[in-house]
């Protein structure tokens, strides 16, 4: 059973440039989440993709954006680099259950992408 | 923002010993997951507490959690070198939509020295 899986594993850009990064959740699963991890820190939720919406964003400019596919895989686009943007990127997946009785059900992370900005 | 808050930041100890690692969080919960993660690379899921349970075991790992004192702790017992990595508690805010939107804390850099 494969896990979540991302791609590319490292990539190098440009300031201004644009960048795309790809994600299969695990096998099951329907929704894909979209963090960003800053070299020493914990990641920081960027947005969550459910039946190819996005249904919940963090403080994240307009600039990143998103696209879930029929076949539950996401994207995530940036924009504009800035030199701030270069950070590990990663996806995670989960079955969703929107029932307010229910506390979640686990969420599984890829080995994400390495972005660098220069 | 940050939700949870390892403690302690850094920790460093010999292989046999038991790792204790401490999380809080300000705001109810859904559930608290605990990761790891190796210098550089991705998340790896280790227990998934809910808010209703108050203690969980997988193999070497226990978890508590304490909804009145809205903290957790992550307990390695014997520990091994190949556990030198940074542990992350992850909290799903209570809220009806949140399901699955995690806040994390900064970590905690554990060494475990052969």
């Known amino acids: 059973d494969a896990g979540v899986t991302q791609s590319p594993t490292h990539l190098i850009k440009t300031r201004g440039q644009q960048v795309t990064l790809r994600c299969s959740p695990k096998?099951?699963?329907?929704?894909v989440s979209w963090y960003q991890q800053a070299l020493g820190q914990g990641p920081q939720f960027i947005f969550q993709?459910?039946?190819?919406?996005?249904?919940q964003r963090g403080n994240f400019p307009d600039r990143f954006s998103g696209h879930q596919f029929p076949n539950y895989s996401s994207e995530l686009n940036v924009n504009a680099l800035l030199l701030g943007d270069s950070a590990l990127y990663l996806c995670?997946?989960?079955?969703?259950?929107?029932?307010?009785?229910?506390?979640?059900?686990?969420?599984?992370f890829g080995e994400g992408s390495w972005l660098t900005v220069v | 923002s940050q939700q949870g808050e390892e403690d302690p930041q850094a920790l460093s100890i010999q292989e046999g010993e038991n790792a204790t690692m401490n999380c809080s969080y300000k705001?109810?919960?859904?559930?608290l997951q605990w990761y790891r993660q190796n210098s550089g690379r991705g998340l790896v899921h280790l227990i998934l507490i809910r808010s209703n349970e108050r203690e969980k075991h997988s193999g070497r790992l226990r978890v508590t959690l304490d909804t009145s004192k809205k903290s957790s702790s992550l307990l390695i017992t014997a520990s091994r070198a190949a556990d030198t990595a940074s542990y992350f508690c992850a909290t799903d805010s209570a809220g009806g939509t949140s399901y699955g939107k995690l806040t994390f804390g900064q970590g905690t850099i554990l060494t475990v020295h052969p």
């Open positions: 096998s099951g699963h329907d929704t």
């Open positions: 993709y459910y039946e190819e919406e996005e249904r």
């Open positions: 995670a997946s989960s079955l969703a259950s929107w029932d307010r009785g229910f506390s979640g059900n686990t969420i599984y």
């Open positions: 705001t109810s919960i859904n559930n």
